[in-house]
């Protein structure tokens, strides 16, 4: 007769950075939706934050009002995969995070240290209570949020193929051409990438997939099996 109590597994924690246009907030969702693991977008709360910014009257590029407001909006992120969804202040703020006026301001916001302290803690509260587990999509997600991840996966893709895909992602008048968007994502790139707090940049331990040549669903099924291995490894099943 069975009598060892079983013990739910630990739940398994998901790193996923990179630059935008390599197909991270796509693969990272449908591989927590696929393991019915939950998901965070940290740079949809960034872009909240730098909304907050924009709406108040805060000059986002005087890095010391930034520093002195960061605090005080409201940011709450749902981490249900199939619904991912922001709010600010308790409103609905998906749509308008994702406008150019956001897109250009979101850098110079995210680099202010008091504005990362603020979202590293909160997406660390939001990790340390997913009960399965957790996808987390970022930039410095397995470098400095979550430095324990058991995995950590870094998307790269070549400028051309980044620029076509975040050129596709944009509607109507966002949509400049595709020389622009290539300029504009390498301006950003550029940006999160030298910043002092924490920037953009591989984890040591973490495992380098380059999509370029890949379908979204290829992109998947390498992360679900990475996923899957480690796993293994902390002694779980999916
Ligand atoms: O993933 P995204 O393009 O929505 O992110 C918007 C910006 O937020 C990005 O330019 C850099 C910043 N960001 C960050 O600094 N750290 C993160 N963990 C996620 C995003």
Not at 122 to 144: F, K, M, P, S, Y
Not at 153 to 167: D, G, I
Not at 179 to 205: G, H
Request: charged share 25%; hydrophobic share 40%.
């Amino acid at each position: 007769m069975e009598t060892a109590a079983r013990t739910a597994p630990a739940p398994v924690i998901v790193a996923i950075d990179g630059p935008s246009g390599t197909g991270k907030s796509s693969t990272s969702k449908a591989v927590a939706e696929k393991l019915g693991l939950r998901y965070l977008d940290t740079g949809a709360q960034y872009r909240a934050i730098t909304w907050w910014m924009l709406s108040n009257g805060v000059d986002v590029n005087d890095p010391a009002a930034v520093a002195t407001a960061a605090s005080k909006p409201s940011i709450v992120s749902g981490t249900d995969p199939s619904r991912p969804a922001i709010a600010v202040d308790g409103a609905d703020a998906s749509g308008p995070i994702r406008t150019r006026e956001v897109t250009s301001a979101v850098s110079a916001v995210s680099a202010v240290p008091q504005v990362r302290a603020i979202l590293t803690e909160l997406q660390r509260t939001i990790a340390a209570g997913a009960e399965r587990g957790i996808v987390v999509e970022g930039r410095d997600i397995g470098t400095t949020v979550l430095p324990d991840a058991h995995l950590k996966v870094f998307l790269t893709a070549s400028p051309e193929a980044r620029a076509a895909r975040r050129s596709g992602e944009l509607k109507g008048k966002e949509r400049g051409d595709l020389a622009a968007t290539r300029e504009a994502l390498a301006r950003r790139d550029a940006a999160d990438s030298s910043r002092k707090a924490s920037p953009l940049a591989k984890a040591e331990d973490a495992e380098e997939v380059d999509t370029t040549e890949l379908s979204l669903n290829q992109v998947v099924e390498c992360v679900v099996t990475l996923v899957e291995a480690a796993m293994t490894r902390a002694g779980q099943t999916a």
